[in-house]
């Protein structure tokens, strides 16, 4: 009897790390991999993160029963157009991106029916890492999951079992109010780096400032080496994103009048300059963030989500508890 399909479409850093993390420990599955960059597609056939590629599409989710997409969003409508009419009832196609409505919109336009989506957000902070393919490049990651209103119960279950798999937390959420966070601690940074680059490259002491930028500045810009999908991304979420930019500029007035403050830190009731007050805050804030991201320990965050009983339907799909079984088509 032939294995269960994983096909993963997309190859880069996520891509890649899924597949590597699904062959940490034995599984009764064939993982095949297409990337639209055949150079993309070899390297992660040489680093292992897959069995088998193949530079079709068509080929590469032939048989497939579960489909993860991990390419950037202003690439999935256009992706699952391509698909909709390959895919096998009862597929479950799963989509991996920082934004969840809109990819959620997109397969209710383009996926037939009698397949099954999930979106999936899985939260790489960074911290203690660098930024390659790795098996463990989810460990203990929250990986937050969203799905459609008609979305067989089923097919969630999957996906769950699918993120516990690569080793990492699922996270139930709404999708719009996952891309209403989403606006403020990943768009608006990658924003504001934007602008800052920008200004300064605008700037008529460019040509010096730019070899006095260090690590600081690479840090607050970095913000990718192509704008198309940053584009995408920032338009797609934009009234949740002007939210978040019009609460920063009101927060950057009040700190540019702190700045403007000639009060001493020793006068007046001993109380410290209020630009001072709000950097210790700040400081302190990032502090705990970091030490929680480097573990991965939120020991105020709820429960992610009851373990039902038995075996996952990963497990009963492709580790061979029940053998081959499929899910069926939602209605």
Known sequence: MAKPIITIIGLGLTGSSMGLALQREEGNFEI?????????????????????????????IERAELIVVAVPLDEQAELFKLIAEEVQPGTLVFALGSLMQPALEAAARHLPGHTHFVAGHPVVTGVGMRPEPRADLFQQATFALAAGLHTDPAAVQLASDFVERVGATPLFMDAQEHDGISAGVEQLPLLMGA?????????????????????????????????????????????????????????????????????????????????????????????????????????????SQPSGEGPGFLRQMFLGNLGGKRHEPRR
């Open 32 to 60: 095949a991999g297409h990337d639209k960059s055949p150079e993309v597609a070899q390297a992660a056939r040489k680093l292992g993160a897959v069995q088998r590629t193949e530079w079709n599409l068509y080929k590469a």
């Open 195 to 303: 602008a800052l680059m920008a200004l300064s490259a605008r700037g008529a002491g460019w040509r010096e400032a730019r070899r006095l930028a260090g690590r600081p500045f690479a840090g607050a810009t970095a913000i990718g080496a192509n704008a198309g999908p940053l584009f995408t991304a920032l338009r797609a979420n934009r009234q949740n994103l002007l939210f978040r930019l019009r609460q920063m500029q009101q927060e950057l007035a009040a700190w540019a009048a702190m700045l403007e403050a000639e009060t001493d830190e020793e006068v007046t009731e001993g109380q410290p300059h209020p630009l001072r007050a709000v950097l210790e805050e700040a400081v302190a804030a990032h502090t705990q963030w970091e030490g929680q991201a480097l573990i991965k320990s939120w020991s105020d965050a709820p429960p």
